[in-house]
């Protein structure tokens, strides 16, 4: 198998999966997720700041890496800040990027097939 269909499936089964948990318990997470939260925004700042700037200079498209910078790490990061104060609107939309996800991903999986 290709990297990108493993990319696909740890998208599909973990981050997904993950994201919807965390949205459907809101408050009621265990205490330890919140700065797994912190972490995983941060990282994915980092680690798609530095992509969004390697394929930018290679004339590559960024958007997907954009996209992770802008919306997906600041949700994480404030839920992940604010812990059990955050308000439903913030887990609500960590529900519907686990949903995207998940519907992104399967659709790329099957159609690479």
Do not use: C, R, W
Not at 51 to 58: D, L, S, V, W
Not at 67 to 94: A, C, E, M, R
Request: glycine content about 8%; aromatic content about 18%.
């Amino acid at each position: 198998m290709e990297i990108i269909t493993y990319l696909h499936l740890f998208h599909i089964l973990f981050v997904g999966t993950f994201f919807i948990y965390v949205g459907i318990m809101k408050i009621k997470n265990h205490l330890f997720i919140y700065p797994v939260l912190l972490g995983l925004g941060t990282f994915l700042i980092l680690f798609h700041g530095f992509k969004a700037y390697t394929n930018m200079k290679q004339g590559k498209e960024y958007i997907i890496n954009l996209f992770h910078i802008f919306i997906v790490s600041p949700v994480l990061i404030y839920i992940g800040y604010n812990k059990q104060t955050t308000s439903d609107l913030y887990f609500n939309i960590l529900i519907g990027l686990g949903i995207l996800a998940i519907v992104d991903h399967g659709y790329k999986l099957f159609i690479n097939k």
